[in-house]
């Protein structure tokens, strides 16, 4: 599953296959949930372009988004939905 955001900065990270993907700041970009959930923690990326965003310098380099936040986030997705799909018990008052 995908999400659509809002690229604040430059900003690579390491695809399925493996290839480096580079996003570009002031586009919008469909990207799997759990590296749309990573750049959201770093506040690489935006639900959408906030009113008064200007772009960075181009002579900022991209932001590096590891593999391994991005298997955190995916990690912390899948508790997060764990946690959704649970049945809760009236009777226990939780």
């Known amino acids: ?3 659509r955001r809002f690229a604040l900065v430059d900003f690579t990270y390491s695809g399925k296959t493996g290839r ?3 996003d570009e700041a002031g586009r919008t ?3 799997p949930r759990a590296v749309a959930h990573a ?3 770093r ?3 935006a639900k959408q372009r906030p009113p008064h965003w200007t772009p960075p310098s181009i002579f900022r380099p991209p932001e ?3 593999e391994v936040e991005v298997n955190e986030a ?3 997705l899948k508790a997060l ?3 959704a799909l649970e049945v809760v018990d009236p009777d226990k008052g939780v």
Do not use: Y
Request: proline share 0%; net charge negative.
């Open 64 to 66: 590096v988004l590891t």
């Open 43 to 45: 506040e690489l990326v």
């Open 20 to 22: 480096l993907r580079l």
């Open 74 to 76: 995916e990690a912390e």
């Open 81 to 83: 939905q764990r946690h």
């Open 1 to 3: 599953m995908s999400e």
């Open 29 to 31: 970009h469909l990207l």
């Open 39 to 41: 750049a959201t923690k």
